[in-house]
Structure formats: structure tokens, C-alpha cells
């Protein structure tokens, strides 16, 4: 007979409570494999797919594309023995070895290696807006016939009038279309003024209240569009709040003449081992940076609050600030002191990539030590970064301007580039945060100081 298994939402990610469905890559009657990707998910970090734990057939999708959930909270129900030759439920093993699909100690399903929803994730205050209904697993007696699983019903998309369209979801959509309800008629009740099923059903029975309750402003058009705060953007909101307010920011800046490492930029790009090679000024920006940190490492270290210590990392992993049709990220690139200069533009090409491409890993964005955010390649000249959560010191790069600049008494056109840092002065000085951001400045004046580092 048929035996049922759920497959409840893993911590992919260190603290993670919660993520959005975005993509399921199985509909039910489909035939699933071990390892393979079933759904993508977006979490605070990033976007994840997930792997499939067992073998066998889908028989139901828990969780609705779009729709949030707290990890431990199932999101798929599989057949595991669909051909109905499984024999009678064995006891739970009293240990295991972490296989995926097997069930460990305290309840907790081996599902990725190194992730898997803790025993007591079921215990968490629920959302205002979880899914309302969790499936539990079916019982295993006298099934009947599984029939085909029908195609998912994607409802249409609802036509904007004047630059309005009301917040719903697809079922919710749906109905309201079986219905004959206009949803540019009704004033949301959810979260955010999101349209719910009850007010749908609520303007089928008393249609006059319904009209009465919208506001006057829609029949008008409106020039105003909501956007739930959610994924990564939700993730970047609290963490710059909690920065902002727990690490006292002091900013200091720098204008820089950087025409000797332009120069220098031009002659290695014809040079044979940096052709292939995209050299951008941040890649001198983070080799100075790395060689900084050598002179001052207060600003590559961590402020421990519950143990009330200082941490001092022997190590440099570079966080870079990226911009991405998600949201702000920071991956990290890891011993980025160990690098050569050749060594850090291709990782930080790499970096790019992978960041605009929405595929950084959460892993990818946690334990960095210093970041650079360049504000340059949007032609801005500067501005007062705050720091990433667990750093002390955050660098902001500006853009590389043509200006006059006084060499040897004479007014002459340089390349000039501002500097500005952000530094934790709990951990950093005055004194120690204007020694480090000098020294990047004279890096990239003049490259050849690196020599006597």
C-alpha cells in the first residue's frame, strides 16, 4: 500500500526561520528521484533550491508559489511506495546515521547534509499570514485509486487601471473571477491591504457593503503601489536597523589622486596574464584593502557582546557589496588577503556574476570580516556606509573623476577618486580608522608603497 512521507522546510541556512515559495519545479503524479531539485525557495539570504530526500511520487504541493513558511512547516507530500510494496511501519530506529530521508533523534528529518528543521521548530509563534492548512500525512489504510492530478488553474492576470492593480493572490484571483467580483470593488482586510478569500465571499453576499467600503481613490486611479516587504530586502531592512543602532558609526573621508594606479591599471591590461582578465578599480581598491589590515587589524575585527570580548581575525574575508534585482547582497570572498591582484579581480568577476544571477549561496553572504561597497560604477562621488552586521569597518569607493589637482605647483588635470569609512568605534579609534583609511589612499596613489608592506 501507499506510504506517505512530508518533507517539512529546512534550515538551509544558519538562523533561518522562514522563506517564500518561488518556484516548484514538480506538480503531483510526478515521479521524483533522490537529490533532485523539486522546489526554489527565497530566503533572507538568497534564492535555494532544494533537493528532493526520497524517491517516489508526488502526491500533493502543501505550499502555494508565493506563499511564506516557517522552517519545519511541511511543503510536499510524497508517495515514497507508490507500487504499494512497502511492508508494515518498522519502529523508529533509536539512532541514526543522518541519511536523508531518515528520521534522527527528538523527530528531526535528515534532509540536506548539515541542514534539517530542529525538533522544537514546530513551536514557533506562528505567522499572522501561515498557511492555514498543513496536510497531515495520510493514513496508510484502504487508500483509494489515486486519480490524475488535475493541471494546476493559473488565474489570469488583472488589468491595471490607472496604474492600480488590488493586492491578491492567484486562488483568491480565481475565485473572485468564478464569482463574478470585481476586485477593484473591495477593500482588502490581510495584511498590507491584501484581498483574502472571506472578502471575496463577503462581497458575493452583501454586495452593496462591499462597493461602499472601497476606497474613493481607486475609482480615480491611484499613483500608488504596495509592495510586500519580504526575501532579501526584509533581511538588508533589519540588519541595517540593528547596525545602525547597536555599533556607533563614526565616517571619515578621503579625496585621492589615483592617476598612478590608473596608469598602472592600463599597462597590466595588455600584459599577457591579466588579458583575460576584467581589471576594475575595485580589484586595486580590495588589494589595498587587504594590505591595510596588516597595519591596523582593529578594523578586520568583531565586537562580541555576550562574551564581552573583542575578536581578532587573522584572515580577510572580503565582503562586497552588491546590488541585485533582489535586493542588496554582500558575498564574501574568502582569504582574500592570500590573493594576488590577478587572484582577486576574477574572483570579484566571479562574485558579480553569481550575485546579479540571483545564485549566491547563503553560505557565500555569512562570516565576513570587512566590506567594500562601490558606490562609483552609479556615478556617485561618496557617502557614509553602514556597517554589515558582525564587521567593524566598512569602505565606500566613489567614482574616478577627471579634476584639477595641484602636482609640483601646478594646477593639472588627475584622476581623483573620494574614500569614505565607516568604522564600530567600540573597536576602532579615531586614531586607528584615519591610519587605515590613509593607507588604502596611499595604495592607490601610488601602488608601488605595496612594496613596503
Keep these: 500500500m501507499p506510504q506517505y512521507k512530508q518533507f517539512p ?28 531539485v523539486i522546489v526554489e525557495i527565497e530566503t533572507a539570504k538568497a534564492a535555494v533550491e532544494l533537493p528532493c530526500p526520497w524517491d517516489g511520487v508526488v502526491t500533493e504541493l502543501l505550499v502555494e508559489v508565493g506563499q511564506t513558511v516557517e522552517v519545519g512547516v511541511p511543503i510536499i507530500t510524497i ?19 543522518g541519511k536523508i530521508g531518515e528520521e534522527m533523534p527528538g523527530g528531526r528529518i535528515a534532509t540536506l547534509v548539515g541542514y534539517g528543521p530542529r525538533a522544537g521548530a514546530a513551536k514557533r509563534r506562528a505567522r499572522k499570514d501561515a498557511p ?48 463574478g467580483v470585481d476586485l477593484y470593488a473591495l477593500a482588502g482586510s490581510g495584511p498590507g491591504g491584501v484581498i483574502t478569500r472571506e472578502d471575496v465571499e ?25 509592495v510586500p516587504i519580504k526575501g532579501v530586502r526584509k533581511a538588508t531592512a533589519q540588519a541595517m536597523v540593528d547596525s ?41 581598491a580590495a588589494k589595498a584593502v587587504t594590505l591595510a589590515v596588516r597595519r591596523t587589524p582593529d578594523v578586520n575585527a568583531t565586537w562580541d557582546e555576550a562574551a564581552q570580548e573583542i575578536v581578532y581575525k587573522d584572515y580577510v574575508h572580503l565582503g562586497i557589496a552588491a546590488a541585485t534585482p ?96 565607516s568604522f564600530d568605534h567600540r573597536v576602532v579609534d579615531g586614531q586607528q580608522g584615519s591610519q587605515f583609511l590613509a593607507d588604502v589612499g596611499a595604495l592607490l596613489a601610488d601602488p608601488g608603497v605595496a612594496m613596503t608592506y
Excluded at 10 to 23: F, N, R, S, V
Design 9 to 36: 522546510l529546512p534550515d538551509t541556512a544558519e538562523g533561518l526561520t522562514e522563506a517564500e515559495i518561488l518556484t516548484w519545479h514538480v506538480q503531483p503524479g510526478d515521479a521524483v528521484k533522490v537529490n533532485q
Design 79 to 97: 508517495d515514497v511506495d507508490p507500487s504499494g510494496s512497502a511492508p508494515a511501519p518498522a519502529p523508529a530506529p533509536a539512532a541514526s546515521n
Design 132 to 179: 492555514a492548512r498543513v496536510a497531515a500525512a495520510p493514513a496508510p489504510v484502504a487508500p483509494a485509486p489515486v486519480a490524475p492530478a488535475p493541471a494546476p488553474v493559473v488565474a489570469e492576470p488583472v488589468a491595471p487601471r490607472g496604474g492600480y492593480v488590488p493586492l491578491a493572490k492567484p486562488p483568491v484571483r480565481k475565485l473572485a473571477k468564478d464569482l
Design 202 to 226: 463577503q462581497a458575493v453576499a452583501s454586495p452593496t457593503r462591499s462597493a461602499t467600503a472601497a476606497p474613493a481613490a481607486v475609482d480615480s486611479g491611484s499613483r500608488e503601489r504596495r
Design 244 to 284: 545602525a543602532f547597536t555599533a556607533p558609526h563614526v565616517t571619515e573621508f578621503l579625496t585621492v589622486d589615483v592617476t598612478p594606479m590608473m596608469e598602472l591599471r592600463a599597462r597590466l591590461k595588455t600584459a599577457p596574464q591579466f588579458r583575460d582578465v576584467k581589471l576594475t578599480p575595485l580589484a586595486f
Design 326 to 421: 533582489r535586493g542588496l547582497v554582500v558575498p564574501k570572498v574568502r582569504d582574500a588577503d592570500r590573493m594576488s591582484l590577478r587572484e582577486l579581480a576574477v574572483a570579484l568577476d566571479d562574485l558579480a556574476t553569481t550575485a546579479r544571477d540571483g545564485k549566491t549561496s547563503p553560505a557565500d553572504m555569512m562570516g565576513g570580516t570587512i566590506t567594500i561597497t562601490n558606490v562609483g560604477v552609479f556615478g556617485v562621488d561618496t557617502g557614509t556606509p553602514i556597517i554589515n552586521p558582525g564587521e567593524s569597518a566598512i569602505l565606500a569607493l566613489g567614482a574616478i573623476r577627471d579634476m584639477p589637482w595641484v602636482v609640483d605647483g601646478q594646477v593639472v588635470p588627475r584622476k581623483v577618486c573620494q574614500l569614505a569609512l
